[in-house]
């Protein structure tokens, strides 16, 4: 028999310094017209030195928020699933630093690294254990550090400007076989464009030592490159695929969504989500505006700030997708 697992709940944290594109434009050759018209932000947050975050640290925070919520004991979690693309360490992984810091016995830890995608990926991870029956309550956090290992110079804005650090946290549970909870989830990869969107170094075959003799200063490759235009374009493709695959496996329309939540890469690439499947303003919640791309944590900060916010009900079919570096791609179907 087969249970399934729902999301007893939410929290988010997000570092206090606000920088807002007037305060990037002082860094770097860019202004507020440019980065609101092409991607909907307006402000970020980016950790400061001495604030005391790191990635695993926000995702602690997070996830004390929504273990109160779900009303759970840190004792009773069964696994540690954590999404980045910004760890702490090269190794190990952020999940057993969460381990430690929240002093839960010796549970599994889990690190997933998936980008953009990471919290579906995350979350289906959890969704499989929870269903086989192995284990009962899985705590799936996302975090970023994005601003530790962006290139806040004119040379890197096409990048820089995008990207803000935060984290958010889900408990999952074993649901009550009354229906609620996920539905489904459907992930996707396509290596052949990995490097469109990536940070090639420092890793096992580019070391630091080796990058500053050989790399003049110009062309840093221990910066993460995007090849803006083509992720675009592959991203509404991808999105809409799989937001259709979702809703096809579950016999639904897309008048049945109650609530969609992208990742926040671009609104732009809402928008366009938005019209291509004319979707009503109050279906789609965005809010990259405030937290500019967060990658793996956007997804969590986004669908917590809905529920904060009265936007989701009960038995409200709720619809996550993203898409981001790997190629990844991937959506989940909730009936919350
Ligand atoms: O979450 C992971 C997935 N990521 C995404 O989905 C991101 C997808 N891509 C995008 O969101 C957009 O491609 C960007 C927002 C990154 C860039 O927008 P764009 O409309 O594709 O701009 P572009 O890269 O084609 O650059 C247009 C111009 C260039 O100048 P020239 O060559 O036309 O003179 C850039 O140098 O804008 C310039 N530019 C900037 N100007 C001011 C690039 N970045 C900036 C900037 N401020 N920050």
Not at 23 to 37: A, C, G, Q, R, V
Not at 151 to 161: F, H, I, N, P
Not at 319 to 333: H, I
Request: hydrophobic residues 40%; aromatic residues 8%; proline residues 3%.
């Amino acid at each position: 028999m087969l249970y399934q697992s729902k999301i007893a709940g939410l929290g988010y944290y997000v570092p206090e310094n606000v920088v807002t594109n007037e305060d990037l434009s002082k860094l770097m050759d860019t202004n507020d017209e440019w980065i609101t018209e092409r991607t909907g932000i307006k402000e970020r947050r980016h950790i400061k030195e001495g604030d005391g975050n790191s990635t695993a640290i926000m995702g602690v925070k997070a996830a004390k928020i929504a273990l109160e919520r779900a009303n759970i004991d840190k004792d009773d979690i069964d696994l540690i699933v954590f999404a980045t693309l910004s760890p702490d360490y090269y190794f190990p992984g952020c999940g057993v630093q969460v381990q430690e810091m929240l002093d839960i016995k010796t549970c599994p830890a889990l690190d997933v690294r998936n980008q953009c995608s990471g919290f579906i990926y995350g979350l289906s991870v959890a969704d499989q254990f929870i269903k086989t029956g192995m284990y009962k309550n899985v705590l799936l956090i996302g975090s970023e550090n994005h601003s530790g290992g962006l290139d806040m110079t004119t040379r890197g804005r096409g990048v820089s400007v995008i990207f803000g650090d935060g984290a958010g946290a889900a408990v999952l549970t074993r649901s009550n076989h009354n229906g609620q909870g996920i539905l489904s989830t459907h992930l996707h990869s396509e290596g052949k464009h990995a490097l469109e969107l990536a940070l090639k170094g420092p890793s096992t075959m580019h070391w630091v030592p080796e990058l500053i003799e050989e790399n003049p200063q110009e062309d840093i490759p221990y910066f993460p490159y995007m090849n803006g235009q083509y992720v675009f374009k592959n991203a509404v493709k991808r999105f809409s695929e799989v937001i259709i695959e979702g809703l096809q496996e579950n016999g639904l329309e897309v008048a049945d969504i109650d609530m969609l939540i992208p990742h926040q890469a671009n609104l732009r690439i809402s928008q366009f989500i938005q019209q291509k499947f004319k979707l009503k303003d109050e279906q789609v919640f965005n809010n990259i505006q405030k937290y500019g791309n967060t990658t793996a944590a956007s997804i969590p900060i986004a669908l917590t700030e809905a529920w904060e916010q009265g936007k989701i009900k009960d038995g409200d079919k709720i619809v996550l997708a993203a898409f981001g570096s790997g190629f990844t791609w991937a959506s989940a179907v909730i009936n919350w």
